[in-house]
């Protein structure tokens, strides 16, 4: 601590003594100007003095020098405009300027470029001068030039004559400018955004051929509290307008303030080229037609073009969404403080361990959006244990909702307690979007889903991930963490580059993607298929796709000799791979299941299996899963699931097993619920977040704003799976082995004609087996004559109405 202050002290001793020699400078340029200036009308008077000097007349005793700045300012006027450099003589108090307000700090220049460029321009410009303006200054008491120009003038001239002169002087004067233009154009990029060089930076948000206003944005920090005696605490606001409370400590220990890093500037995406509104017209009238027309024309131009292939380049008008379209809240997610409920809930801490005879030598809180964590600092000899065991006593005094007592915490000698605030904050999806860290990520598939205690935006590559499981209690905020993950990546990633397949049995938490399905869906081919998958009966069709076309990208890498889709793509956009060789782009695609637990509960290992082998192999070909279930149970989290979803997020849930089952430890039971989870994404321990609130409306607004932009033709399109045609559940005329009837056939027949109902997965439910078998039965069913013919996903039409005639038909077929 010492050595710390010690160095920022030297640091504010250099700081302090720049600024005083830069204000000294910052006076000598004006001076020098003003005795410039008047050097024009009183240099002729002033001449005479300084070129015969009399006694007493240097320190101008009798007044008699006419230069406004006295006997110094006239002196160096003569000297510099006279004797030297003439006009050109202001650069010097000009560069004197520019170096002033580089030692205050208040504009950074590389001041040796300027030196030496000052330098340059005022010797040249001092021979040019001389040379073509020495006439029209013949009565004056000075040359244009100065006697240094009116001397090289004329010692060059005498070599090379007037135009050889002429000619030199040309051809350092483009030398020159091909030298400053670039110089130039930064002085004036950095003088229109001067925001680079302070705390606060601006961003630009890609819209693809246009690019929103900038906004200003700033890292925030969470508030750190340290307690002792109210009396002795003095708030301090920090640059962010943080309050951090500080005092000695609890038992007068030394305390470190906790600082945030400090924000670096944006880089701002490329732009794209802007067309005209005929263009745009023309370029969505074509992306109306036929993919496969746009495919070739593209594969064309490959062959044509040596040029880096663009995937964007079909839909290159794109624009990304805006974060205008998100809504803000007053509070933004900054958390709001309050002292006496904080000091209270201390103090309670403090009484409670102290009853049991746990002492503690220090405490400091940490407020974040929706809970503070209390970090307390054990004294020696005190065991961990104790303070666990005291969860629901220090409970009970805080009567809080949702204590956590972690216990040691990761990285650090403290136990930490984490309390709900009594007025949480809401944080918004626009906070995090605008955040710099989401801004400025380079993940390949950024998911930026809420905050953290520490008020730091918490996002994960799911790229990395690679596969997310996320599970909790009905109403606890799983659907919006599914959003807010889709969101984030849609304000990423172009359609080119991401492609989602959506499964939603409850078919209303993903219905509002439908508009944006050219864009960003993919598919199975069929002409009857929702983009968004609804019917059980598809899901086992579309993972079996999946399963193919991962199978189709690793022949592809294979042949490529690239060990995952990043080196593939890179070497496809490089022209390295032909595409009349069935070589293509590869778009990361993302499956996200919700109501996980009733597809096991309907279609069990038909389902399972593909989507555990999907987790096992897909993460290199850019497949990525997200399964989320409101019943985290072991018949539903299988062990197959859990070693295969090693990232995981947990909402509320209502028993300690469960949060077992989905972290393989306790503390999801202990949430306060509405968006709080614990995430387990990357590392040994999970992170407690506050999932970012995105709404009906604003998800809304988006795929509104995404479907009005130029998009395919038709959603992206799966590979038909190698499935058997009875698993597709459509029987149609295919040859069905009626001689070796399925032992459940009559129980079958019996179900179907009792409920005319001829639905395959009322078949599964009831006898509880897989969808193939079920498939296979209900084509038995549909040969035999008591169901009719599929009808998309509608159930069947029963041909039988009655059990006597069931009978009868069963007696023939024995």
């Known amino acids: 601590m010492k050595k710390a202050k010690k160095k920022n002290s030297n640091n504010d001793h250099k700081e302090r003594l720049s600024f005083i020699l830069g204000a000294i400078i910052f006076g000598i340029s004006i001076y020098l100007c003003f005795a410039f200036v008047s050097y024009f009308t009183t240099g002729a008077a002033d001449q005479t003095l300084i070129e015969e000097p009399r006694a007493g007349e240097v320190m101008n005793e009798h007044h008699e020098f006419a230069n406004t700045c006295g006997s110094l300012g006239a002196y160096a006027s003569w000297f510099f405009i006279k004797h030297c450099f003439g006009l050109p003589a202001f650069l010097i108090p000009v560069l004197l300027f520019v170096v002033a307000i580089h030692l205050m700090k208040a504009y950074r220049v590389n001041l040796l470029k300027w030196a030496l460029s000052s330098m340059l321009l005022m010797i040249w410009a001092s021979v040019a001068l001389a040379t073509f303006l020495e006439p029209l200054f013949t009565n004056a008491s000075y040359n244009p030039g100065g006697d240094h120009g009116l001397y090289i003038s004329s010692f060059i001239g005498n070599l090379v004559g007037a135009p050889g002169l002429t000619a030199l002087l040309i051809l350092v004067a483009v030398a020159f400018l091909t030298y400053f233009s670039a110089a130039t154009v930064i002085f004036i990029r950095k003088l229109l ?19 929103t206003d900038t906004n200003e944005y700033e890292d925030e920090e969470a508030e750190t509290l340290v307690f ?59 992306a109306k037609g036929d993919t496969e027309t746009a495919n070739a ?19 290159e008008h794109y624009k990304y969404p805006t974060l205008d379209l998100l809504k803000k809240y007053d509070n933004d997610g900054k958390p709001y403080i309050d002292m006496a409920e904080q000091n209270a809930n201390k103090n309670r801490i403090v009484d409670v361990l102290r009853t ?3 002492e503690i030598s220090s405490i400091k809180a940490t407020v974040g959006p929706t809970i503070t964590l209390y970090e307390i600092t054990l004294a020696q000899g005190v065991r961990i244990q104790k303070v666990k065991n005291l969860e629901d006593d220090i409970a009970l005094s805080l ?35 605008n955040s710099k860290k989401f801004q400025e990520s380079k993940m390949e598939l950024p998911c930026a889903i809420g905050k953290t205690i520490t008020n730091e935006v918490f996002m994960f590559d799911l790229a990395k991930a690679p596969h997310l499981l996320v599970a ?47 864009h960003f869906l993919a598919q199975v081919p069929d002409e009857e298929a929702d983009p968004i998958i609804t019917d059980v009966t598809k899901v086992v069709r579309t993972l079996n796709s ?92 299988t062990g197959t699931i859990k070693a295969n979803f090693p990232s995981r997020i947990a909402f509320k849930v209502s028993a300690g097993i469960d949060s077992k089952t989905i972290l393989d430890r306790t503390g999801a039971q202990q949430l306060i619920g509405r968006g709080d989870m614990l995430a387990l994404v990357g590392g040994s321990e999970p992170e407690r ?126």
């Open 297 to 315: 024309k593209t594969v064309a131009d490959a062959v044509e073009s040596n040029e880096p292939y663009d995937p964007k380049r079909d839909l």
């Open 193 to 211: 955004n001067p925001a680079i060089y302070y705390n606060k930076v601006k961003f630009t948000v890609n819209k693809g051929a246009e690019q």
């Open 472 to 518: 909790g209690a009905t109403g606890q905020g799983k659907s919006v963490g599914l959003n807010a993950i889709i969101t984030s990546l849609l304000y990423k990633k172009h359609p080119a580059e991401l492609k989602i397949v959506l499964v939603d049995p409850k078919k209303v938490e993903f219905s509002f993607y439908e508009p944006i399905c050219n």
């Open 228 to 286: 002792d005696d109210p009396a002795k605490q003095e708030v301090i606001f920090d640059d962010n307008g943080g309050a951090v409370v500080i005092d000695e400590g609890y038992q007068n220990e030394d305390i470190n303030i906790k600082e945030g890093p400090m924000p670096k500037p944006v880089k701002p995406e490329p732009k794209q080229p802007e067309a005209s509104g005929s263009e745009i017209e023309m370029v969505v009238e074509e």
């Open 689 to 814: 977040v506050q999932c970012a609130f995105v709404d009906t409306p604003e998800v809304e607004r988006i795929n509104e704003y995404i479907s009005e932009q130029q998009s395919y033709g038709a959603p992206f399109e799966l590979p038909e799976p190698d499935m058997p045609e009875a698993d597709m559940g459509d029987a149609g005329d295919r040859d069905v082995d009626m001689a070796h009837l399925d032992p459940l056939f009559d129980d079958a027949a019996r179900l179907i004609v009792m409920n005319q109902s001829g639905s395959t997965s009322l078949i599964q439910r009831k006898f509880a087996i897989g969808y193939n078998r079920a498939g296979r039965l209900m084509d038995q069913l549909e040969k035999a004559g008591v169901v009719g013919a599929a009808m998309g996903s509608k159930p069947r039409e029963v041909l039988i109405q009655d059990e006597n005639s069931l009978n009868n038909l069963l007696n023939s077929l024995r």
């Open 399 to 433: 009567a809080a909702l949702g204590i956590r007592i972690i216990a040691p915490m990761p990285g650090k000698g403290t136990v930490g307690i984490e309390v709900p605030n009594a007025k949480p904050s809401t944080v918004s999806m626009e906070s995090i979007l």
């Open 356 to 358: 049991f005879g746990v």
């Open 546 to 637: 999946l399963c193919k076309e991962m199978d189709t990208r690793y022949d592809l890498l294979k042949v490529a000799r690239a060990h995952n889709i990043k080196e593939y793509n890179q070497k496809f956009t490089a022209r390295q791979l032909n595409p009349n060789n069935g070589h293509r782009f590869l778009p990361y695609i993302v499956v996200v299941i919700d109501e996980f637990g009733d597809l096991i509960m309907t279609a069990g290992k038909e389902v399972e299996l593909p989507i555990a082998r999907i987790a096992q192999l897909a993460r290199a070909v850019g497949i990525h899963m997200i399964i989320a279930t409101q019943r985290p149970t072991t018949n539903i989290i």
